[in-house]
């Protein structure tokens, strides 16, 4: 007890001690744990614990009724230091109707501590959201008396919202610099029912009684968002208009989860992250633990049938990717509700879109695309097809990584999008017979401008095609595959190609070498790996381009939107310039217009700063194109009233060589 | 205390049997206590396996636990019933810390039935055993100072373990390979009616006092918990100082 006493004069003379002096102190803890069977020790801490508590050193943070023992009492007392509470300075004092009859706790000897503070409470609270990249949260910050192992701090103590994750750390109150961090929220694992009954777990964290969908076992945080039917919000919070708030996160009160829609889309989402990280070594969607937002519920289901089409074909029946969307604009995933039993289409039930894993895996490899070859293209050129392609490619490969293969729900085969209805496959594309979905298998079958779903399975079916071997139904040649035991190889191969080969501008032609080199890269000239791609692309018409070759999109309809300035009726034409085997360098470019008898009415003559301006929508943005890639435009043009007649578009160039090279267009008709 | 000590030291207090009496006497008393230290020898170990939840669901943890050499003590007391024969009880507590072989088949976080396999040991796995004993014994002086008894009877034996009821294990991402860590561990408590038999010779240092050499072999089949079981008892050897009245 002498100790105890020398203890609490030490705590008492702090406050003789000068502001001045150093904001990390050396101290020591002293342990008390007093009870009635030494009275006398008892007695004393108990008279010096009332006169702590006079002088301010101890205050009361709660007394409350034992409701067990009827008279006792039981009180929680906090120790300060001229007013600043001490972090594990605490004790507990149990009293009954004749006396103490025990404490128990820890007072800290905190030595020459100075108590005033470097930076104000504004100042940590920022410090604070920065030491944990996040952004302020909670009460302004509390300045305490951190003990850790090399002495005694001053510490201030707040929050920060980081991500979806709530840190409460200490920083030092003279330099903000970070002491201690510690989440809210516990790493879990839970059990939920996906869309088609099956049995899941998920990584979730505990957090205020519930479970949260925020994964805190993965190296990248996976935090699925359940945006409870308020379109309205989703599109804020899409848009990065308004942040997201910790009630956005799907919660479950037993961690026993029953939303199945939750379930599939967070589980998968992990899944993918496994493929990606299983497979190549990849961490997460940029390679560095990009942050996964994954949204769902954008809708509420019983709405569906007051939704207009434009809601109901995006929010619904759909699933999608942006790029910079999201709670912290770099991308996000939204699943559509579904229309399930009849709902929409009569007889069929439209799962939620997160029911099916390679629907889960399409719309994130949009993000890796987004972080890599930035395959965002505009209509006319092949990059949005690439992009569908791609990810339609990993989507099942994912799904192949994590399931059985077959044709039965939650089985993996090559028809993309197999388990979104009931009768399964009724949305989607086959990879291994594009035809059977009405979709192209051979480059001459493609559309140009049509939509970049409908051409990707050229990509696909060759992918297909380098593992499965077989017949391509259109041009009847045949590819010796490395067979599905090594479907890995032609994965890594289309993984390579993806994101470290190819460019933005990237076409099919470009795509074929850069794949045939990436088998080259990883197995070797002359491999089977290489043997199989290079007679999948041959077999879906993909060859290198040799010569540069211009097109513009045939059968324009008129439009009478595209120019204020020009006379009506009006066109607007998609036109692409592709380079052959050597790069090309457009020295100048003519429009011819012709009327309905083929008497040529208007000859226009274009400069390269010309072509830079019109050819942006894809491609480099100026007169230069590298070999095998295009460049994309999409030209407003009028026969000065004419209702009808021709254009064409002629294109004079020099090659890497300095060769001059002439190409034109075919004659386009133009009708109203 | 191996069981070859044990049997030395019975061995040798009965040839000290044969040892010429001198002025005291060796006959059987009409009472007596004991107080005595208590080697139990390594006994035969046991297996267990549970089924802890863990991730969501059901592991397997295996347990093979060894029993060893425990020192305790014992207290007794007595009185001749009949002629040479006595009834007798005895209490004796011994305890030790075991050691177990773990292995696990602990789930994997993200998939169900994808089990990682973990082995380890743990150790500090306490045992107590307390035994009563009751002791029916016939007793014969064999010589001046020397006196031996024979007997058995029904025990009680109380068996205390530590037993594992899970594993804890270290495990970074993917987490499709762990390392044992440690075990998480219980007590359990059961106690279970077995028999005892042994034999005991006092040498007198005084009319009313001796030394007790005994060893006694006891047994109990003790259902731990609900999936395990244990022998309980084993071969005892006793020494110590006798009270005679």
Request: proline fraction near 5%; aromatic fraction near 8%; charged fraction near 15%.
């Amino acid at each position: 007890m002498r100790r105890f006493i020398g203890i609490v004069l030490d705590v008492c003379s702090f406050a003789a001690v000068s502001a001045a002096a150093a904001a990390l102190a050396q101290g020591h803890p002293v342990p008390l744990a007093s009870t009635r069977s030494d009275l006398t020790a008892l007695r004393a801490a108990d008279g010096q614990i009332d006169q702590m508590l006079r002088s301010g050193d101890l205050r009361t943070r709660e007394t409350v009724r034992d409701t067990l023992l009827p008279g006792r009492v039981h009180e929680r007392i906090d120790q300060y230091v001229r007013g600043v509470r001490v972090v594990g300075g605490d004790i507990t004092r149990q009293t009954a109707a004749d006396g103490t009859v025990s404490i128990f706790g820890t007072i800290h000897d905190v030595g020459a501590l100075s108590t005033t503070p470097g930076l104000s409470a504004d100042a940590a609270r920022t410090a604070i959201a920065s030491a944990v990249s996040g952004e302020p949260s909670g009460a302004a910050p509390e300045l305490v008396v951190l003990p850790l192992s090399d002495g005694y701090h001053l510490a201030y103590f707040g929050r920060a919202l980081a991500g979806t994750d709530i840190v409460n750390a200490y920083v030092d109150a003279n330099s903000g610099a970070l002491l201690q961090q510690f989440s809210e929220f516990i790493n879990e694992v839970g059990v939920g029912i996906g869309a088609y009954g099956d049995q899941k777990k998920l990584s979730v964290k505990a957090s205020g009684g519930a479970f949260v969908a925020d994964d805190g076992l993965r190296p990248a945080a996976i935090t699925t968002y359940d945006m409870k039917g308020d379109l309205t919000h989703t599109l804020n919070v899409l848009n990065v208009v308004t942040p997201v708030v910790p009630s956005d996160v799907a919660s479950d009160a037993d961690n026993n989860w029953t939303d199945r829609t939750v379930v599939d889309a967070h589980v998968y989402a992990g899944w993918y992250y496994d493929y990606l990280s299983k497979r190549f070594s990849r961490n997460g969607l940029d390679n560095n633990n990009l942050r996964m937002p994954v949204i769902v519920h954008p809708v509420r289901i019983e709405d569906i049938n007051r939704q207009p089409l434009s809601v109901l074909g995006q929010y619904y029946l759909n699933a999608f990717s942006c790029g910079t969307c999201g709670p912290n604009g770099r991308g996000a995933v939204v699943f559509g509700e579904g229309a399930p039993n009849g709902a929409y289409y009569p007889g069929i039930d439209v799962k939620p879109f997160s029911a099916a894993l390679d629907v889960v895996a399409h719309e994130l490899t949009h993000q890796v695309t987004s972080n890599t070859a930035r395959l965002n293209g505009f209509t006319f050129s092949e990059a949005g097809a690439l992009n569908e392609g791609f990810s339609d490619i990993f989507g099942v490969s994912t799904a192949f990584f994590f399931l059985p293969a077959g044709n039965g729900p939650m089985q993996a085969s090559y028809f993309q999008g197999k388990d979104l209805t009931v009768p399964s496959g009724l949305f989607g594309r086959s990879m291994a017979n594009p035809q059977s979905s009405g979709d192209p298998d051979h480059y001459s079958q493609r559309i140009i401008g049509f939509d970049p779903h409908y051409n990707s399975t050229i990509l696909s079916h060759a992918f297909y095609l380098a593992i499965e071997g077989g017949t391509n139904r259109t041009s009847r040649l045949s590819v010796q595959g490395v067979g599905a035991a090594n479907r890995e190889q032609i994965e890594k191969v289309f993984f390579r190609t993806l994101t470290s080969l190819m460019p933005s501008s990237s076409t099919y032609a470009l795509v074929r070498g850069a794949t045939i080199q990436a088998a080259r890269d990883l197995y070797g000239g002359g491999s089977a790996a290489e043997r199989a791609v290079t007679q999948a692309w041959d077999a879906v018409g993909v060859q290198d381009r040799t010569v540069p070759t211009a097109a513009m999109l045939p059968n324009p309809s008129p439009s009478t939107t595209c120019s204020a300035n020009l006379a009506s009726p009006q066109w607007l034409i998609g036109m692409t310039v592709s380079a052959g085997n050597s790069n090309l360098r457009i020295t100048q470019w003519t429009l011819d217009f012709y009327d309905h008898t083929g008497k040529q009415i208007e000859h226009d003559t274009l400069t390269p700063t010309n072509f830079a301006q019109f050819f942006g929508s894809c491609g480099p943005g100026s007169a230069s194109l590298l070999a095998q890639t295009d460049a994309c435009s999409a030209i407003c043009l009028s026969l000065n009233g004419e209702t009808s007649g021709s254009t064409q578009a002629s294109f004079q160039a020099v090659d890497a060589a300095g060769q001059a090279v002439t190409f034109a267009t075919a004659r386009v008709a133009l009708q109203r | 205390m191996s069981r070859t000590t044990l049997v030395l030291l019975v061995t040798t207090g009965c040839l000290w049997a044969s040892i010429p009496a001198d002025a005291q006497t060796a006959d059987v008393e009409r009472g007596y206590i004991t107080a005595a230290a208590d080697f139990l020898g390594a006994g035969s170990g046991f297996t267990d396996e549970i089924h802890p939840i863990d991730f969501g669901e059901a592991a397997t943890v295996a347990g093979s636990y060894q029993v060893k050499f425990a020192p305790g003590f014992a207290v007794g007391g007595g009185a001749r019933v009949w002629r040479r024969l006595a009834l007798g009880v005895e209490a004796g507590r011994v305890s030790h810390g075991n050691t177990a072989d773990v292995s696990a088949q602990v789930p994997h976080p993200f998939f169900f039935n994808k089990p990682r396999a973990v082995t380890g040991s743990a150790s500090g796995l306490d045992r107590a055993e307390l035994a009563v004993h009751v002791i029916a014994s016939w007793v014969a002086p064999v010589a001046d100072r020397w006196q031996l008894s024979v007997g058995g009877g029904p025990s009680w034996i109380t068996v205390d373990q530590a037993v594992i009821s899970d594993v804890t294990v270290t495990q970074t991402y993917p987490y499709d390979t762990a390392t044992f860590a440690g075990a998480v561990t219980r007590k359990a408590s059961k106690g279970h009616v077995g028999v005892n038999a042994g034999v005991e010779a006092a040498y007198l240092l005084r009319p009313r006092a001796a030394l007790a050499f005994g060893a006694r072999f006891s047994h109990a089949h003790v259902p731990l918990t609900d999936t395990a079981s244990t022998d309980a008892g084993g071969l005892h050897a006793t020494a110590g100082l006798r009270l005679r009245f």
